[in-house]
């Protein structure tokens, strides 16, 4: 999925255990690849601050760039983290795969769902 940065699409409430993490963020789930964990139109909580521990949910944005020039990230749960790659798991169909470090512009903890 692509990531507008410039776009802002809404304003959610920050909650309190994200009061002193400035770079925090809220993404829109576009897609059912995360199907049963986040239905899309759902709203996440990302904090590039967070610490990222195996079985964490992460939204990894890609080095590469959509047609538009827009970042391209992903939404996925984390499986195991090397210095070379990570391997990541999606749920709709049910598969792992590697991402290359050299593909990883950043990867960020999903830290819960804006109600």
């Not at 909650?15 to 576009?30: C, N, W």
């Not at 996440?44 to 990230?73: F, K, N, W, Y």
């Not at 593909?103 to 830290?111: F, L, Q, T």
Request: hydrophobic fraction near 45%; charge should be negative; glycine fraction near 6%.
């Amino acid at each position: 999925m692509e990531l507008d940065q410039e776009r802002l699409a809404g304003r959610v409430e920050r909650p309190s255990s994200l009061a002193g993490d400035s770079q925090a963020y809220a993404v829109t789930v576009m897609g059912e690849s995360m199907w049963p964990r986040f239905r899309p139109g759902r709203t996440l909580l990302v904090s590039p601050a967070a610490p990222i521990a195996i079985g964490d949910d992460v939204l990894l944005r890609l080095t590469s760039l959509s047609e538009l020039g827009r970042a391209m990230v992903m939404i996925r749960e984390l499986v195991r983290q090397a210095g070379d790659c990570v391997e990541l798991r999606q749920f709709n169909p049910d598969m792992t795969f590697k991402v290359d470090a050299s593909e990883m512009a950043a990867i960020h903890r999903i830290v819960g769902e804006a109600i």
